[in-house]
């Protein structure tokens, strides 16, 4: 089975049935799933911002919150000072820059719906297919 790297944006359009979930679904089927830690604190962090927009739907918000710990996404230690490097040469935050790190070192797909990280980690697939391609 593939190992594919899994962001927040992705987890979170999926467990609160967001418009992209279905995309999401079809990235992840049959799939081992790996994250930094960071996920679960990006994760409870969505499901409050949608608790203060939407305080009568807390309940369920919960539910679904909890139903992202129940998807079996592995977390994987990050080398911080790496990040941080990568982070400053690709414009990113930390955050997104951690989900591409892993990304990198393990060899794994990223799926994220984060347009900025897909374009900075698309670019960074097609130099390395150039790079191939040469050699």
């Known amino acids: 089975m593939p190992v594919k790297v899994v962001d927040a944006s992705a987890i979170g359009a999926l ?3 967001e418009p992209d979930a279905e995309e999401v679904m079809n990235a992840l089927s049959d799939t081992i ?3 930094p830690s960071l996920i679960h604190y990006e994760l409870a962090s969505i499901c409050l911002k ?3 927009k939407h305080p009568s739907k807390t309940n369920e918000l919960i539910a679904a919150f909890k139903m992202a710990g129940r998807l079996g996404i592995d977390t994987v230690a990050i080398k911080h000072l790496e990040v941080i490097d990568l982070a400053k040469r ?3 935050t930390t955050y997104d820059a951690c ?3 892993l990304a990198q070192k393990t060899g794994a797909s990223l ?3 984060d347009k900025r990280l897909r374009k900075v ?3 960074r697939l097609k130099a390395e297919s150039s790079k191939r391609s040469e050699d």
């Open 15 to 17: 467990v609160f049935a």
């Open 33 to 35: 799933l790996i994250a």
């Open 50 to 52: 949608k608790i203060r």
């Open 90 to 92: 690709s414009q990113l």
């Open 99 to 101: 989900y591409l790190w």
């Open 111 to 113: 799926v994220t719906l």
């Open 121 to 123: 980690n698309g670019s």
